[in-house]
């Protein structure tokens, strides 16, 4: 699995867009991006995944670079409740070992 | 609703006693795994299994057990715990393969203390 880079730690207002990159310069064509996030040593849980096109659900957007080396993962408002580590992970999918590798993540604090 | 539970949440045990943290999920998922999570390691992965009766060795598996008898259940045993094992515990599971395996869901944690 392609390394990921992300910044340690963001700030943003409440009712704000938090912005959150990742880089992933070696990811391999078959390769999806995942976001997960970790609130307070709960379990992680799943927020969206792509593979070369723009995302939304109902929690966010995941914004691919054309060349795929880097993304973005928009929170478009921002609540106190988005206070969590967020985990950018490359990954492909197969039949097999589904396992998640997990970096240091980006501590993202929603400041009232 | 779809879940995966631990049980239990919170324990302090003594070096040497045997222990099983349990988990089950009701999603009829193939595909479950353990991690465990320390500060500054980040999760990791301790056993993992694709079906029933198949289960294979993630990235720390020594000191652990576990065992894949029914679909919906796959308990991390610990035959002598040592303080080493002292860690936040995940399960998870999901699909196995294709495009639902994006998704996987994690049990809420089982923090053990092992004294």
């Known amino acids: 699995d392609a390394k990921t880079t992300q910044p340690t730690s963001m700030d943003c207002a409440e009712g704000r867009a938090a912005n959150l990159p990742c880089n992933h310069s070696?990811?391999?064509?078959?390769?999806?991006v995942y976001w997960y996030r970790q609130i307070h040593s709960q379990g992680p849980q799943y927020i969206i995944h792509g593979l070369k096109n723009n995302e939304t659900n109902e929690m966010a957007s995941l914004i691919i670079t054309e060349d795929r080396k880097s993304s973005t993962l928009i929170l478009p408002h921002a609540t106190l409740r988005d206070t969590a580590v967020y985990y950018c992970?490359?990954?492909?999918?197969?039949?097999?070992?589904?396992?998640?590798?997990f970096g240091t993540g980006t501590r993202l604090t929603i400041i009232p | 609703e779809a879940q995966v539970t631990q049980n239990p949440r919170y324990l302090i045990t003594v070096t040497g006693k045997k222990l099983t943290v349990t988990c089950s999920q009701n999603m009829n998922h193939e595909y479950m795994s353990w991690y465990r999570q320390d500060p500054g390691l980040g999760l990791r992965q301790i056993y993992y299994s694709m079906n029933v009766e198949v289960t294979d060795k993630g990235d720390v598996p020594e000191g652990y057990k576990v065992s894949r008898k029914e679909k919906r259940n796959f308990p991390l045993i610990l035959e002598s715990p040592s303080p080493n094992q002292t860690s936040l515990y995940f399960c998870?599971?999901?699909?196995?393969?294709?495009?639902?395996?994006?998704?996987?869901?994690f049990g809420p944690g089982t923090r053990l203390t092992v004294t």
């Open positions: 992970i490359v990954r492909i999918v197969s039949f097999g070992n589904e396992k998640l590798t």
């Open positions: 998870a599971s999901s699909t196995l393969g294709g495009p639902g395996s994006y998704e996987q869901y």
């Open positions: 070696t990811i391999s064509g078959n390769e999806y």
